[in-house]
């Protein structure tokens, strides 16, 4: 009895000292004098998806609509970041896979605006792994995915910037991507608090955080839900929403 009393009590002590676990790790991060939130994501531990219109097809177009649907089916929204690109009717302008469900093709040719700034990628979310990947390499090596946007441009290629980008230019936006590391393991999504041009955020995921490949998501619908830091941005209606959720207690 006196061994299992002291058992207990050690347990009751390291679980009084032991740091909660969290799904999704968000923090400010300065790089270069700008600033950034980033939150990390293990889309092997986390439940990481893509939402996009209700059970009646119609668009969430807020994170406040999906938190409560999501709160209806006994899920909590822990992290969310609008994800891609779209249309007025907010549809996806290019490849959109949800559930596994293909809801748009992929554009591999050029077009207008950040998205036609070719090369332009996708974000592939698999099962325990999520990836940038170039459209084109994408076309070739066709990986299977249960979610997936399209987007553009490519802010990071294999380690190399967008070529397209300078390091003059005089083009500045709020701006928001996601990277992704080369197995998979590790997505790390990131909004600039300060207007940043296309250089600067594509050096902050290559040589801030390491990533090889990343990928822009938008630079005037850029908005994130990350209620550890107090963020729940407000603004237009948004397209496809990426998101990690997990069961309430």
């Not at 207990?8 to 270069?32: E, G, K, N, Q, Y």
């Not at 406040?64 to 992290?79: M, P």
């Not at 974000?123 to 325990?128: A, L, V």
């Not at 990071?156 to 070529?163: F, R, S």
Request: charged fraction near 20%; glycine fraction near 10%.
């Amino acid at each position: 009895m006196r061994r299992l009393a002291a058992c207990l009590a050690l347990l009751t002590v390291a679980l009084t000292i032991a740091p909660p676990a969290r799904a999704v790790s968000c923090r400010d991060m300065d790089h270069d004098g700008n600033s950034y939130v980033i939150c990390e994501v293990d889309p092997g531990k986390e439940d990481l998806r893509l939402f996009r219109t209700d059970g009646d097809g119609q668009p969430y177009g807020h994170f406040s609509v999906l938190k409560s649907e999501l709160a209806d089916q006994g899920q909590d929204l822990l992290f969310a970041m609008n994800a891609g690109m779209y249309h007025e009717d907010r549809s996806p302008v290019g490849y959109y896979v949800e559930d596994g469900n293909e809801e748009m093709r992929v554009l591999s040719g050029p077009s207008k605006g950040n998205f036609g700034l070719l090369p332009n990628g996708i974000f592939c979310i698999g099962q325990g792994w999520a990836k940038v990947v170039e459209t084109r390499d994408f076309l070739a090596s066709a990986p299977r995915c249960d979610f997936a946007t399209q987007s553009g441009p490519m802010l990071v290629i294999d380690g190399a910037l967008h070529p397209r980008f300078l390091p003059n230019s005089s083009s500045r936006y709020i701006r928001n991507g996601v990277g992704t590391s080369a197995d998979g393991r590790r997505a790390v999504f990131a909004i600039s608090q300060n207007t940043v041009t296309f250089h600067e955020f594509a050096r902050f995921f290559r040589d801030a955080l390491k990533l090889p490949n990343a990928l822009f998501l938008d630079g005037n619908i850029s908005r994130l839900y990350a209620p550890e830091l107090g963020r729940a941005d407000l603004g237009r209606r948004m397209g496809p929403i990426v998101a990690v959720t997990k069961a309430l207690p």
